[in-house]
């Protein structure tokens, strides 16, 4: 049985948990640890911690927050945010990690994806690809990098493609066009990837409604679901998230 996973986003900068929209315009919305800590005691299935300044402030992982986020949780963790190389990987897997998610870094320099494949093993590495919509690109979607900030002139489907041949054992498509509206997912886009790759796509960036989880699930053709703004600002818990999927027919493990 293939579980539908539901995973709460800890966006985090200067070691607060913050949520923004279209990658901007960031809220304090507390402690990363604190909140870590609750949605893994509320039946979250992982977590993913992403220091999202790291890479426009040419940065390492802040490690402490990571460090103090693992210690109050029991589920897996994804971490991203300003890894450059197999060593900045090390050191998140020393202190507890589960997984990394490699972005800009991957963009620079493909060769990463395939360095910490091989040496950690492809399901401990996950590229997370942020978009935006580019009706000049075959796919229509073109990846951004540093934060969202810079446009890499990639087709987004063509860079999936390449990162699982790399060694990528899941990939994170964001949409930087929804991301914070709480207007559904990119299902287009979460689609196209999804269909263009044999490893789990995490669909991420606009869940605002349950309906939203299923459409990304179903529509979208995604493995699991990424969810910040519903979840941080208490519009659902994750088990009425799990307990619709499942009314839906979708399996979860509840």
Request: aromatic share 4%.
């Amino acid at each position: 049985m293939e579980y539908r996973r539901i995973i709460p986003c800890l966006d985090v900068k200067n070691g607060r948990l913050v949520k923004g929209i279209n990658f901007v315009n960031l809220q304090d919305v507390g402690d990363p640890a604190e909140n870590g800590a609750a949605y893994s005691d509320a039946g979250a299935d992982e977590l993913v911690f992403l220091d999202i300044t790291a890479s426009v402030e040419d940065r390492p992982t802040m490690l402490a927050a990571v460090r103090r986020t693992v210690e109050r949780i029991s589920i897996p963790l994804t971490v991203g945010g300003g890894i450059r190389s197999v060593e900045d990987i090390q050191a998140l897997f020393d202190v507890g990690v589960s997984k990394v998610s490699i972005n800009t870094a991957a963009v620079r320099r493909p060769e990463l994806v395939q360095e910490a494949a091989e040496k950690f093993g492809s399901d401990r590495i996950t590229v997370a690809i942020d978009t935006r919509q580019a009706s000049s690109l075959p796919s229509g979607f073109e990846v951004v990098v540093r934060g969202g900030t810079e446009g890499a002139g990639l087709d987004a489907v063509e860079w999936a493609r390449r990162v699982e041949q790399l060694g990528a054992g899941a990939i994170l498509p964001t949409s930087m066009d929804t991301d914070g509206k709480q207007t559904g997912y990119d299902i287009p886009m979460t689609r196209a990837i999804a269909d263009a790759v044999r490893v789990p796509v995490i669909a991420s960036g606009g869940a605002g409604t349950l309906e939203h989880l299923k459409e990304a699930v179903v529509d979208g053709h995604a493995d699991a679901v990424l969810v910040a703004s519903i979840a941080h600002f208490g519009t659902f818990t994750i088990r009425q998230m799990k307990e619709y999927l499942a009314a839906q027919g979708i399996p979860v493990r509840l």
